[in-house]
């Protein structure tokens, strides 16, 4: 299972990068926004700095809703870095889009996916990943692991290449749950990352090594 970072911070895709697990980036407008970043030009370079942290695929949404407009800044995003994955949206021009994108080897992440339906979609338009929103789907107490599972099993019995990528990831306990599906990514805040680590008997096995270490002097 690959490990994305969903986050525009550059520190933090740095500590992420650092522990060496780290696969990609995903991002999204609420994202860049959060980091106050304003005008096309600083957010393209935004992108291009991203990039020069991750060796893997960084992820960059257009914010274009038509078709002409997806394919305009889609193509521009991808001239940024072969890194670039664009993410388009799950509307009806996004559809038509990635279709686009996937005839000019351009790949793409269709995101706010929510249904099995959207994400067979998605697959036959041919996106390299899809994102469906777990924790979003848990917000309004229905299973968001469910369609993880669900979307699993229906890419594997017509061996779709579409990945799944997990996203809306809110704790760790999501990520073991994506790994025991089988997601093929999971794109977590670090947060949820640096929660992985975490064991009080780690803590405690620790203490007691170190408490007997001092014994050897
Ligand atoms: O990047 C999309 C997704 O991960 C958003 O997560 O926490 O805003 O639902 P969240």
Not at 103 to 110: E, G, L, Q
Not at 150 to 158: D, S
């Amino acid at each position: 299972m690959k490990f994305f970072i969903d986050t525009a911070n550059l520190a933090e895709i740095r500590e992420a990068e650092a522990l060496g697990i780290l696969d990609g980036v995903t991002t999204n407008p609420s994202l860049i926004a959060k980091e106050g970043i304003k005008g096309l030009n600083n957010i393209f370079q935004h992108y291009v700095d991203i990039c020069s942290i991750v060796e893997g695929d960084v992820s960059a949404e257009v914010v274009a809703t038509d078709f002409d407009g997806m394919v305009r800044e889609g193509e521009q995003l991808a001239e940024l870095s072969e890194k670039i994955v664009v993410k388009v949206p799950m509307i009806k021009d996004g559809v038509k889009a990635i279709s686009y994108f996937t005839k000019h080897n351009i790949r793409t992440n269709c995101t706010l996916v929510f249904s099995a339906g959207q994400a067979i979609l998605a697959a036959k338009a041919g996106a390299t990943y899809v994102s469906p929103f777990i924790g979003r789907i848990d917000d309004i107490s229905w299973d968001g692991m469910e369609l993880i599972s669900q979307l699993v099993e229906i890419y594997t019995n017509y061996d779709f290449e579409t990945q799944v990528l997990a996203a809306s990831i809110r704790n760790p306990l999501h990520i073991v749950k994506c790994a025991e599906a089988g997601a093929d990514v999971v794109t977590c805040p670090l947060s949820s990352i640096m929660g992985l680590l975490n064991h009080p008997l780690t803590d405690v096995g620790l203490a007691k090594f170190l408490a007997d270490a001092k014994k050897w002097l």
